[in-house]
Nanobody, 119 residues
């Protein structure tokens, strides 16, 4: 059974940093590209960042480019999102997912982790 467990969110001031983690279970992690998505109150879920199976290729939404870094550890079955220079508009629930390109696949989602940036 596919399970994705996000953690690391919290309350941070604008300009601060957070590191999100996603633990993957129930599938051959190193076979899949992985991504992060977020959903702000009253808005749809949007793409944030993705990494290919090895971590050698990454893709970012324009809104986070240069501030966020996605990485993965295949041995630990983990994917991370380092978020720097946070802005109030980054406030959202963040989710990880298996992806193809920048689109989630198979509709497997964890519970998400809340990130709140105070201005």
């Amino acid at each position: 059974q596919v399970q994705l467990l996000e953690s690391g969110g919290g309350l941070v001031q604008a300009g601060g940093s957070l590191r999100l983690s996603c633990a993957a279970h129930g599938f051959l992690f190193s076979n899949y590209a992985m991504g992060w998505f977020r959903q702000a109150p009253g808005k749809g879920r949007e793409f944030v960042a993705a990494t290919n199976w090895s971590g050698g290729t990454t893709t970012y939404a324009d809104s986070v480019k240069g501030r966020f870094t996605i990485s993965r550890d295949n041995a630990q079955k983990m994917v991370y999102l380092q978020m720097n220079s946070l802005k109030s508009e980054d406030t959202a629930v963040y989710y990880c997912a298996r992806v193809v390109g920048t689109s989630p696949v198979n509709n497997y989602w964890g519970q998400g982790t809340q990130v709140t940036v105070s201005s």
